[in-house]
């Protein structure tokens, strides 16, 4: 074990003023009613109104909030993902649950024929987005995770996460000619 | 014996050995692809190329024999340089979909890309394409794009089983494994190629996409298809078996196993007896052991001359052991009849007939099989009325469909039915009292295999359900019964199993050697 450093930090000690107290409690609230006065201003480009109407006016979130997760889509709709059991591998949260499928495409093989995600149990790393070679899973889409009422309201299955979904930029799986596919 | 010198390492070998073997001595891992050691040595896919002093080009380390006072460097730039260019060769035409295939964490050309090479592809062009999914045989796939050619499975089916399914088609970027015409890779050890492909180029179809080789826990164990008691890797994934792997082990099976035994697994799974039974209704143990010891009792004074004893060779030693002390201390009966699977196919190799693995065990423990009756004198015995009460461990007699009918028809003689068994089979409904033991999976035990070898196996996974090993379930009832026999731990049965046994020359479990 390393050592531990430590650097001790000295009290301010409160003078008079801050002891006597009503002083400091009249700067607070100078503070408050500056802040009422100027947001009731009829000049409106002086009002500066720190109060969001949540949920009236939906906050605008930054780019790459983790929100909900989302499955993405081929170019031809299918699910992009090929159930490769990373991102379940990689979940600290063991929420994501995955069931491989042969798929009817030679080309395609593999596919997620059961994808759940345990919205509830999720901790919203993102790992799960990192660990995914295919761009299959994002966490992008803008919503966070609703309330839910019942367990089972939380099990988004592989369609639910299909429809928040989208195509990818990506380039999936090279061009195959249909004679070697077969 | 030649002295040689390998990475400035001077060590002593036998005469005859490869610088490959050499280099593992002296602790040096020299990448390989086609070099298998059950196998020939084509020494043609050129990973394991190595430095030789003085010699003018590289060397294979799988073919090239060790002489005296040689100087090899396995990691001299040339080498480096070499095997980056022959990876970078083979993954030319690869499709690198390692996401979808089923060889991804325990692929070689995985490993030695990110210990070797870890490159990036240089190739502009597309890459060559070929059938993905290729039913080259009943039990296993094939890929061609994955295929690096490294001809392993073609020499195992020539040089192993002798049935030389497969060759090579085409030529260049085109070449293929395929079989001969009319020909399937259908012969009884087919998966084992799957096993001994470096790449995801065989995949066996059972496995195919069940589970990522990364999440598998793996147990040494034994297989329990037929006596011949193949080691194995028993590998499962949140108390379920996904797949055996044979496990090496010189003295029984080598590199290999069956197909038939690799399935086998399916058993533990399937038509498990899960809760103890009384006449239909699931009880839970206490109530279930005081059911069964009363019963017992009141059978045994009633007609303690009337009791019989199936011993079921599919059990463990340890299993076998307590059954005896049970039988003869506690229910004191002679009445023995020796139950387990009928005969069944057997080859040359590996396959026996015996479909136990245990037989040899209950000959060890029981002191020879002359004592147990055969199942057309138990049925007799039955229907005689000179068996009143039956005790059976596990579901299995060899007998065939007809004779086994008519045990069945026959239980109804019985005044008591106690069945101790893994599966329900139709029996668990006939049993006045069913109680569920525990597979080879879930607990440790012994097996001894036709060849008087005693291998041990370990457990994998907590016993399913309600279902306990039989050695405990004959503690238990014992204990009811007011005779206790006491072991905590299986060690001490195994201990004292192997004292009392006269059939010592079984000595202590195989050491099984690493691969
Ligand atoms: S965000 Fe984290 S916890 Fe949630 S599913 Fe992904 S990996 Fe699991
Ligand atoms: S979402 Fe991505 S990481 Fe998860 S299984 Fe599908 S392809 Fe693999
Ligand atoms: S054979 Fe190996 S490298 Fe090739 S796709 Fe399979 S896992 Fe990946
Ligand atoms: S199928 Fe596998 S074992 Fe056979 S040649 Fe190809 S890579 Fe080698
Ligand atoms: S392992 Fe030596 S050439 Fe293939």
Same mark, same amino acid.
């Given at each position: 074990m390393g050592e531990v450093k430590t650097k001790p930090v000295e009290r301010a000690e409160q003078g008079l003023w801050e002891k006597s107290y009503i002083p400091e409690i009249l700067r607070g609230l100078s503070v408050t009613a500056g802040h009422f006065f100027r947001n009731i201003s009829p000049r409106k480009s002086q009002r500066r109104i720190f109060t969001k109407n949540y949920p009236e006016e939906p906050t605008v979130y930054p780019e790459r909030y983790r929100g909900l997760h989302r499955l993405m889509l081929r170019?031809?709709?299918?699910?992009?993902?090929?159930?490769?059991?990373?991102?379940?591998?990689?979940?600290?949260?063991?929420?994501?649950?995955?069931?491989?499928?042969?798929?009817?495409?030679?080309?395609?093989?593999?596919?997620?024929?059961?994808?759940?995600?345990?919205?509830?149990?999720?901790?919203?790393?993102?790992?799960?987005?990192?660990?995914?070679?295919?761009?299959?899973?994002?966490?992008?889409?803008?919503?966070?995770?609703?309330?839910?009422?019942e367990r089972n309201e939380a099990f988004f299955d592989r369609d639910l996460l299909m429809e928040l979904g989208g195509l990818s930029q990506a380039k999936q799986g090279g061009d195959r000619t249909p004679a070697a596919a077969e | 014996m030649p002295k040689v010198n390998i990475n400035g390492t001077e060590i002593e070998v036998e005469k005859g050995t490869t610088i490959l073997k050499a280099a593992a001595q002296a602790g040096f891992e020299v990448p390989h692809f086609c070099y298998h050691p059950?196998?020939?040595?084509?020494?043609?896919?050129r990973m394991c190329l190595v430095e030789v002093e003085g010699a003018r080009s590289l060397e294979p380390a799988c073919y090239s024999e060790v002489?005296?006072?040689?100087?090899?460097?396995?990691?001299?730039?040339?080498?480096?340089?070499?095997?980056?260019?022959?990876?970078?060769?083979?993954l030319l035409n690869h499709p690198v979909d390692c996401p979808i295939c089923d060889q991804a964490g325990e692929c070689k050309l995985q490993d030695y890309y990110m210990a070797y090479d870890a490159q990036e592809s240089r190739l502009r062009a597309e890459k060559n394409q070929k059938v993905k999914v290729f039913p080259i045989g009943p039990e296993v796939l094939y890929d061609g794009e994955r295929c690096i050619l490294c001809t392993r499975c073609i020499r195992f089916c020539e040089e192993i089983t002798g049935t030389n399914e497969l060759t090579i088609v085409q030529r260049g970027d085109s070449a293929e494994i395929r079989t001969f015409p009319g020909k399937e890779l259908d012969n009884p050890y087919s998966v084992c190629t799957a096993d001994i492909c470096p790449v995801g180029a065989l995949t066996s179809r059972d496995f195919r996409f069940k589970c990522r080789v990364w999440l598998l826990q793996s147990t040494d164990s034994v297989c329990t298809g037929c006596s011949n008691g193949?080691?194995?890797?028993?590998?499962?994934?949140?108390?379920?078996?996904?797949?055996?792997?044979?496990?090496?082990?010189?003295?029984?099976?080598?590199?290999?196993?069956?197909?038939a035994g690799r399935l086998s697994y399916k058993e533990v799974h399937t038509d498990r007896l899960l809760r103890p039974m009384s006449n239909g209704a699931a009880l839970n143990w206490h109530g279930v052991t005081e059911t069964a010891s009363a019963k017992l009792a009141r059978?045994?004074?009633?007609?303690?001359?009337?009791? $019989?004893?199936?011993?079921?060779?599919?059990?463990?030693?340890?299993?076998?052991?307590?059954?005896?002390?049970?039988?003869?201390?506690?229910?004191?009966?002679?009445?023995?009849?020796?139950? $387990?699977?009928?005969?069944?196919?057997?080859d040359d190799f590996l396959i026996k007939a015996d479909k136990n693995p245990n037989r040899q065990g209950v000959k060890a423990v029981f002191g020879g099989l002359n004592d147990f009756g055969d199942v057309d004198k138990l049925i007799d015995d039955i229907e005689s009325?000179?068996?009143?009460?039956?005790?059976?461990?596990?579901?299995?007699?060899?007998?065939?469909?007809?004779?086994?009918?008519?045990f069945v028809d026959a239980l109804d003689k019985l005044d008591l039915f106690v069945l101790q068994a893994q599966h329900c089979a139709e029996l668990a409904n006939q049993a006045h009292l069913a109680l569920p033991a525990c597979s080879h999976a879930e607990t440790e035990g012994t097996f001894v295999n036709f060849d008087g070898l005693a291998q041990p196996f370990e457990q994998a996974f907590a016993p399913h359900g309600d279902s306990l090993p039989h050695w405990q379930i004959f503690m238990r009832l014992a204990r009811a019964? $007011?005779?206790?026999?006491?072991?905590?731990?299986?060690?001490?049965?195994?201990?004292?199993?192997?004292?009392?046994?006269?059939?010592?020359?079984? $000595?202590?479990?195989a050491e099984a050697q690493a691969e």
């Open positions: 170019d031809d709709g299918q699910v992009r993902c090929v159930a490769c059991m990373c991102c379940s591998t990689i979940c600290p949260a063991d929420c994501i649950h995955i069931e491989a499928g042969e798929h009817d495409d030679p080309s395609i093989e593999k596919y997620p024929a059961v994808f759940v995600i345990d919205e509830l149990r999720c901790i919203v790393c993102g790992l799960c987005v990192e660990a995914c070679p295919c761009d299959a899973i994002r966490m992008d889409s803008g919503r966070h995770i609703p309330p839910y009422t | 059950a196998l020939s040595i084509p020494a043609n896919c002489t005296d006072g040689m100087v090899v460097e396995t990691k001299s730039e040339r080498v480096i340089k070499a095997q980056k260019s022959v990876l970078e060769f083979i193949c080691n194995i890797h028993l590998e499962h994934f949140r108390n379920e078996i996904q797949r055996y792997r044979p496990r090496y082990n010189p003295q029984v099976n080598d590199y290999w196993m069956c197909d059978a045994l004074d009633d007609d303690a001359g009337s009791f $019989g004893f199936v011993v079921s060779p599919q059990a463990s030693c340890e299993d076998l052991f307590l059954a005896k002390r049970f039988i003869e201390e506690v229910l004191g009966t002679d009445q023995l009849y020796l139950g $387990g699977k009928p005969d069944g196919f057997e009325g000179a068996i009143k009460t039956l005790y059976m461990m596990e579901t299995h007699l060899p007998a065939d469909a007809e004779t086994r009918q008519r019964m $007011g005779q206790p026999l006491t072991y905590t731990f299986v060690h001490q049965i195994r201990d004292e199993m192997f004292q009392a046994s006269d059939a010592d020359e079984n $000595g202590e479990p």
